[in-house]
């Protein structure tokens, strides 16, 4: 059956470091992969999308990664801040329309 | 970039009623996408709605439960029907980019069932 795994334990790290969250799939061959923030109450919000034919796309301060060999995206914020505390979740494309199907996402806590 | 405005915001409600959703979407789309969020869990897709036509329900949705309609390229709605405390949830409506595959999302309707 198709799965996409995130960590679903938060992680925590300080103020500065780089956070890297991971994002695996099976039985999924999607032309492109997303990441999503949420905070608490709202909806989510897009942060960028990666196609199957690029390893690696930078937006400012967040580098995302996408093997498809390893069925894996990597999602990185670099010089985090409090302010990036959410939740991030990854989004794969299924079905011939773009229907977007979500992970269940992992919580980020930036501490100062 | 798509705007959606979703109403309404929040709403309680009694069991065995029913509660219709409403979004309207700043620009012409093919299909909006019905989103369910449960506490604590990430999005799950209740169904695609096309103008036009018939929604298409995933699995485990069905469509005495979930009644859409789409009565333009601009608007849906979302019936949850014969509500029980298990359909409290956030609910969601979502379009796609035509130019570049992101989703943008209705800010949520955070439904509690009592």
């Known amino acids: 059956s198709q799965k996409i795994e995130q960590n679903s334990e938060a992680l925590n790290i300080q103020e500065g470091k780089t956070a890297t969250l991971t994002c695996n799939y099976t039985n999924y061959s999607p032309a492109y992969l997303q990441w999503y923030r949420q905070d608490p109450g709202r909806g989510p919000v897009f942060l960028l999308l990666?196609?199957?034919?690029?390893k690696e796309k930078r937006k400012e301060r967040l580098k995302v990664t996408f093997d498809t060999t390893l069925k894996q995206s990597l999602f990185h914020i670099t010089a985090s801040q409090p302010a990036d505390s959410a939740t991030y979740l990854c989004?794969?494309?299924?079905?011939?329309?773009?229907?977007?199907?979500f992970g269940a996402g992992t919580r980020l806590a930036v501490h100062p | 970039s798509a705007v959606i405005s979703q109403k309404p915001s929040r709403d309680i409600c009694q069991r065995g009623t029913s509660l219709t959703i409403q979004c309207q979407v700043d620009?012409?789309?093919?299909?909006m996408f019905w989103y369910r969020q449960q506490p604590g869990q990430s999005l799950t897709l209740i169904a695609t709605a096309n103008q036009g036509s018939e929604a298409t329900y995933e699995s485990g949705f069905v469509i005495d439960k979930f009644p859409i309609s789409r009565p333009n390229l601009t608007f849906s709605t979302l019936t949850v029907s014969n509500m029980s405390p298990e359909d409290s949830s956030i609910y969601l409506c979502?379009?796609?980019?035509?130019?570049?595959?992101?989703?943008?999302f209705g800010q949520g309707t955070r439904l509690t069932v009592v």
């Open positions: 990666i196609r199957e034919n690029e």
């Open positions: 989004a794969l494309t299924s079905g011939g329309y773009n229907k977007l199907i």
């Open positions: 979502s379009v796609i980019s035509r130019e570049g595959g992101e989703a943008f």
């Open positions: 620009s012409q789309v093919t299909m």
